[in-house]
């Protein structure tokens, strides 16, 4: 849509498709980001994105790039908090029944 829009005879101003460009630009690296197979890969590509500064209209106070990037931030993060939480959690079980055996163990 963005090439087609550059194509046009009344096409908007260069800042204007300057901006479009760079919150396509913006999108396409979510995109990627969300292909990577583990949350911490997501996580730091995330971080590499800089999402765009300026407000999409002019009523809003966070630009909207901005607040989709926080939002995939915080799934990212929340994703990587369950993942070690399971495994840590999965670790202490196996600890207890290990403990729990060898109690037994020495019990008999």
Known sequence: ???E???QASKPAPELLNEYSRKVEFLKGLLEAEK???S????LANQLLAPGRTPTTAKERT???KTVHLQTKARCTG???R???GTVCSVLLLLYRLSCLCSAASGS
């Open 79 to 81: 994703q990587m908090r």
């Open 40 to 43: 911490t890969e997501k996580a």
């Open 36 to 38: 990577l197979s583990s």
């Open 1 to 3: 849509m963005l090439r």
């Open 5 to 7: 829009l550059k194509k």
């Open 63 to 65: 630009p909207a790039t």
């Open 83 to 85: 993942e070690l939480l």
